[in-house]
């Protein structure tokens, strides 16, 4: 089994900066992709950011690109996400996700990181 677990959540002001991470822990197991998704009270958890594995393609909603950066270490099995010029409709939950071989989803989710931007 792997678990995640993240940190680095927290308050800030809007046009702050925050770093996620997430470290993964426990058996060693082939992925195809880690990424962070998000979800507010009420509503569907939506996707943030993805990095590929293998070869490090980065995917971002459009609400983020430009603000915000996920990066990896393949060593250490984490990934992290660097977010710039925050905004309040940024706040929310921060989930770190796993995708492992075989599946055609995140299949392993962190309990995840409350985010809050204050204006």
């Known amino acids: 089994q792997v678990q995640l677990t993240e940190s680095g959540g927290g308050t800030v002001q809007a046009g702050n900066s925050l770093r996620l991470s997430c470290s993964a822990s426990?058996?060693?197991?082939?992925?195809?992709?880690m990424g962070w998704f998000r979800q507010v009270p009420g509503k569907e958890r939506e996707f943030v950011a993805s990095?590929?594995?293998?070869?490090?393609?980065?995917y971002y909603a459009d609400s983020v690109k430009d603000r915000f950066s996920i990066s990896r270490d393949k060593v250490g099995y984490s990934v992290y996400l660097q977010m710039n010029n925050l905004k309040p409709e940024d706040t929310a939950v921060y989930y770190c996700?796993?995708?492992?071989?075989?599946?055609?989803?995140?299949?392993?989710w962190g309990q995840g990181t409350q985010v809050t931007v204050s204006s």
């Open positions: 426990g058996r060693r197991i082939s992925s195809v992709a």
């Open positions: 990095m590929r594995w293998s070869g490090g393609s980065t």
């Open positions: 996700a796993l995708q492992t071989v075989g599946r055609s989803e995140y299949n392993v």
